[in-house]
């Protein structure tokens, strides 16, 4: 929260605490909703319900439509039925679906049943969309130009409309069947003669996607051609809504927050500021997995107990060899990983990723191995233990390139997130494998160990 | 590259090998400038200079514009100094001023010299910001209004200003010495009466940054207040320029990849597609300093080779703390270090946050540490066996919560990247912790463990 939010949460419990509701009020609607928001829902339960309860409906909707989720769905249950219905009349429909989207079935009904017909109806056709999709991210309240209006009374109709829609910056035309044919920005129509027909203003090559199109696409799109407004389309090419770039900017940020957290094996719902609790909920299954994993590379370990038994240095040397394969197999999985969420792999081309991150992890490894090797020589005064170090390095440092590579390649081959491999499905393999061809090496070569 | 793209580029191939260049031309002017420069960058030299060279300077700039910067200087180099200022006038000032910026000390003087003046001197006052702050990504095609024009007087100076500048959906109100008073949106002057003044449609309290804030910062307040366009101010409140909300979504995808790219401990130049010789010279150093770290860990446990000698089964399962511990560390600062960016740390809570970090890991660290505990107990039949390695988990995944928060927290205090922290270091501490815990602990009990 920044200072100057800090200070204006502190009036505002003061206030409260003086029952002087009317000043909250004012104070929170000179700021901008998302300021209101933030201040609004650090307040104490009680001091929420009041401040929404005295609060006309615009406000309070502007408000609501600010929070995260999860402070929206506390504020909800805060409030009656009938305050929520006009609430959430008076919200962008997008924001209002996806805010009854997160309610229980039962609450869902119960608010809807409350709602004006024409409102519960756009929130329900919103709300049958996949939330990932661009159906689930489009809203509604779009302008749309019929063909033979005028730039003049293109400008008439935006004029009337600009309050509710949540874009007036580009328009889009339609046939008489509600088929889109067209986009025209705001800044055509100011340019265009008043008495020039739409069709001949519009650019009919319009950019536009169909409502299962994933999120992510949607993003890509927009951001590679640089759009404010992306149509939605069924597959009879009718307009059904339009995905603006806030919310893209939001998707954006969600979808890199997804990869980051996959790839460190965390749940995208802990946040920094969870409570200890939720984060202990939310990590112990995982970590449980990760033990089992590790009890695989304890148990290769184990396996070798005679080698090591033999000549205990193995087991200072053996960790280098483990460790280094788990560098080398973070950084492929990091580069795979963003190279396809970016969109540089080609689909033809995963073989020869994978066959290129197995070269540099070879060569990486005889490079360090070399180094390592060196040190272990020197150290020990065995030229075969620096030579079965190299050796295991060079061969691991492979497989982590080939399992770093590989694991998320194969996981976007089966339609799956690429990121979902995580580094500790790479890290378990560059463990195992890593062990294995130490100490496997070493138990070949004992004789000359020893 | 997508299918359609493939196609035209062979298409294109084919045509230029025929000499008809012409055709080559209508079909790129067809496309949309990011799909042309994405067909033009995947061309042979020879191909992408006699393509510039008979093209129009407009599309040429339009094209040139929407290419990544070194597909931009490869074609620079390919050109005459007289047509390289050509179509730098054309471009977006922004585009050309981050081109030139890419150039040598000699080639941005050599293309300098051949701009007009007027722009010239406008991209070399752009190159005077920093890339990464306000200043170097904003644009100076911004459309300024000045107090006592009306309504209608604005949509004129729109309709002229139109072709040139960024964005005409938010213009900016100056007082007579430039300085910022206040922002209409189009919308609004679309719904004002056209003999209103601006001065009684504008919002006085227009969100504005400093030229020298960071382009992160610009990112979150313009995603944060869901603006379109934001003004840059100097310190005496003069208007330089705007943000648009297409470049900061460049921003923000550019900073979600340098977060990941230094979680994962890899370079950000490196790219899927870079040449396994580049991805090797990035990799070396950092892998060279992975290998120091590793012999930190190493050499804790040769300092132990005579509790392993007298136990080699401790060998086997000195992995699954220190793994166990990596994964933790990984995950804590995977929390920490997306919390940070996400705007979710407050400044004076870090102490707090590193404490309920450490808790969870004990936590967690207690629990997974029973399971293990058992498994060991279970498999050489030696209760304090279980319990050495019940109380380094327990211990090494607390260190696990301080190193994954605490590092990157200190990193923000030093006014560091937090990402700069990186997965390596954080292992690092839990290697050397979990070893010389688990060791430590069994050197201690080594009369119950025999």
């Known amino acids: 929260m920044q200072e100057r939010n800090r200070i204006l949460l502190?009036?505002?419990?003061?206030?409260?605490?003086?029952?002087?509701?009317?000043?909250?009020?004012?104070?929170?609607?000179?700021?901008?909703?998302?300021?209101?928001?933030?201040?609004?829902?650090?307040?104490?339960?009680?001091?929420?319900?009041?401040?929404?309860?005295?609060?006309?409906?615009?406000?309070?909707?502007?408000?609501?439509?600010?929070?995260?989720?999860?402070?929206?769905?506390?504020?909800?249950?805060?409030?009656?039925?009938?305050?929520?219905?006009?609430?959430?009349?008076?919200?962008?429909?997008?924001?209002?679906?996806?805010?009854?989207?997160?309610?229980?079935k039962h609450d869902q009904e119960r608010i809807l049943a409350a709602m004006e017909r024409k409102d519960a109806l756009e929130a329900m056709r919103l709300m049958a969309h996949k939330a990932d999709t661009a159906g689930g991210i489009m809203t509604p309240e779009f302008v749309a130009l019929t063909k033979g209006m005028t730039a003049q009374d293109s400008i008439e109709l935006l004029r009337e409309k600009a309050p509710t829609a949540e874009t007036i910056y580009y328009v889009f035309v339609v046939n008489k069947d509600n088929q889109l044919i067209g986009v025209i920005s705001l800044r055509d129509l100011i340019i265009?003669?008043?008495?020039?027909?739409?069709?001949?203003?519009?650019?009919?090559?319009?950019?536009?996607?169909?409502?299962?199109?994933?999120?992510?696409?949607?993003?890509?799109?927009?951001?590679?051609?640089?759009?404010?407004?992306?149509?939605?389309?069924?597959?009879?090419?009718?307009?059904?809504?339009?995905?603006?770039?806030?919310?893209?900017?939001?998707?954006?940020?969600?979808?890199?927050?997804?990869?980051?957290?996959?790839?460190?094996?965390?749940?995208?719902?802990?946040?920094?500021?969870?409570?200890?609790?939720?984060?202990?909920?939310?990590?112990?299954?995982?970590?449980?997995?990760?033990?089992?994993?590790?009890?695989?590379?304890?148990?290769?370990?184990?396996?070798?107990?005679?080698?090591?038994?033999?000549?205990?240095?193995?087991a200072g040397f053996m960790p280098i060899v483990a460790g280094m394969g788990g560098n080398m197999g973070t950084q492929t999985l990091t580069v795979t990983t963003r190279g396809i969420a970016l969109g540089q792999l080609e689909f033809r081309e995963g073989m020869r990723v994978i066959a290129r991150q197995i070269g540099i992890g070879v060569i990486i490894g005889a490079f360090t191995g070399i180094l390592a090797g060196l040190v272990a020589y020197f150290y020990d005064q065995n030229p075969y233990l620096g030579l079965v170090l190299f050796l295991a390095m060079t061969i691991n440092m492979g497989i982590a390139g080939l399992a770093g590579a590989g694991i998320p390649i194969v996981l976007r081959l089966l339609r799956q997130d690429p990121a979902l491999g995580s580094g500790v499905i790479v890290t378990t393999f560059t463990d195992v494998f890593g062990f294995l061809t130490f100490l496997g090496l070493a138990t070949l070569l004992m004789r000359f160990l020893i």
């Open 10 to 104: 502190i009036a505002a419990g003061n206030l409260l605490k003086k029952d002087d509701i009317k000043k909250v009020i004012t104070l929170l609607e000179k700021l901008h909703p998302a300021d209101a928001a933030e201040i609004v829902s650090s307040l104490p339960e009680e001091d929420q319900k009041r401040v929404f309860e005295s609060w006309d409906i615009p406000h309070a909707a502007d408000t609501l439509q600010e929070m995260d989720e999860s402070e929206q769905l506390d504020i909800v249950e805060l409030l009656s039925t009938p305050l929520v219905a006009d609430i959430m009349e008076d919200m962008a429909a997008d924001d209002a679906a996806d805010l009854l989207g997160g309610l229980s």
């Open 192 to 314: 265009a003669k008043p008495t020039q027909r739409v069709e001949k203003i519009m650019n009919p090559n319009v950019i536009f996607v169909d409502v299962d199109t994933d999120q992510e696409e949607v993003a890509s799109i927009m951001s590679r051609y640089d759009l404010l407004a992306l149509p939605v389309v069924d597959q009879e090419h009718h307009l059904l809504g339009i995905v603006t770039i806030d919310d893209v900017v939001d998707v954006i940020e969600e979808e890199a927050s997804e990869d980051i957290y996959l790839l460190g094996g965390v749940r995208r719902e802990e946040r920094l500021d969870s409570p200890a609790f939720e984060s202990i909920r939310n990590r112990l299954p995982w970590m449980t997995f990760n033990l089992l994993t590790a009890f695989l590379a304890a148990a290769v370990v184990l396996s070798f107990q005679s080698t090591i038994g033999k000549l205990v240095v193995l």
